[in-house]
Antibody
Framework: QITLKESGPTLVKPTQTLTLTCTFS??????????VGWIRQPPGKTLECLAF???????RYRPSLKNRLTISKDTSKNQVVLTMTNMDPVDTATYYC?????????????????WGQGILVTVSS | EIVLTQSPGTLSLSPGERATLSCRAS???????LAWYQQKPGQAPRLLIY???SRATGIPDRFSGSGSGTDFTLTISRLEPEDFAVYYC?????????FGQGTKVDIK
């Protein structure tokens, strides 16, 4: 059974750096082909893919946010960490981590077959 | 970046009725890498369909996907009470992957 759960601060100030952790079970990020992604959803709006990390430590980022995002993994802890610098109120959103699904195309993108519950991050002074 | 336009914005139907949701892409979706998700309030999205027409694990067969190129459809053959939710399409054939703005299916 695959499960994922996000953790981190729910309130950050403008210009601060956000660090979110995804702790997962039911799969290994050392298995060939496996990937984990981060997706966000502002309140009342649609979803946006942010970043992916793969079993071989390949990392892919949304081009428009690439200079603000860093994704990393700790395979021994079954964790993926996303950092986003220079937070702004427009970055207020629910942030999800998810397991990249089957037949997901190129490594820059993918569908998501298992999701965490999400964490609402508010950016406000 | 491929823009996905979903229609209608809201679909008001009764349980037992058929729902037809549309997703139109601004350019052709490579290899029909098009997915559909269901999202209920306060919950994460749930994958229903991938590569346009393949049902994800555990998804009832009342959900079906069709289409290719730029025009895709999600059909719910007979609405159950638990199907009233927001549905999103996502293309992942081109980077960055993008989502439509959603179609809300509510109870008439």
């Amino acid at each position: 059974q695959i499960t994922l759960k996000e953790s981190g601060p729910t309130l950050v100030k403008p210009t601060q750096t956000l660090t979110l952790t995804c702790t997962f079970s039911g799969f290994s990020l050392s298995t060939s082909g496996v990937g984990v992604g981060w997706i966000r959803q502002p309140p009342g709006k649609t979803l946006e893919c942010l970043a992916f990390i793969y079993w071989d430590d390949d990392k892919r980022y949304r081009p428009s946010l690439k200079n603000r995002l860093t994704i990393s993994k700790d395979t021994s802890k079954n964790q993926v960490v996303l950092t986003m610098t220079n937070m702004d109120p427009v970055d207020t959103a629910t942030y999800y981590c998810a397991h990249r699904g089957y037949l997901s195309g190129s490594w820059d993108t993918g569908n998501f077959d298992y999701w965490g519950q999400g964490i609402l991050v508010t950016v406000s002074s | 970046e491929i823009v996905l336009t979903q229609s209608p914005g809201t679909l008001s139907l009764s349980p037992g009725e058929r729902a037809t949701l549309s997703c139109r892409a601004s350019q052709s979706v490579s290899s029909n890498y098009l997915a559909w998700y269901q999202q209920k309030p306060g919950q994460a999205p749930r994958l229903l369909i991938y590569v346009a027409s393949s049902r994800a694990t555990g998804i009832p067969d009342r959900f079906s996907g069709s289409g290719s190129g730029t025009d895709f459809t999600l059909t719910i053959s007979r609405l159950e009470p638990e199907d009233f939710a927001v549905y999103y399409c996502q293309q992942y054939g081109s980077s960055p992957g993008t989502f439509g703005q959603g179609t809300k299916v509510d109870i008439k």
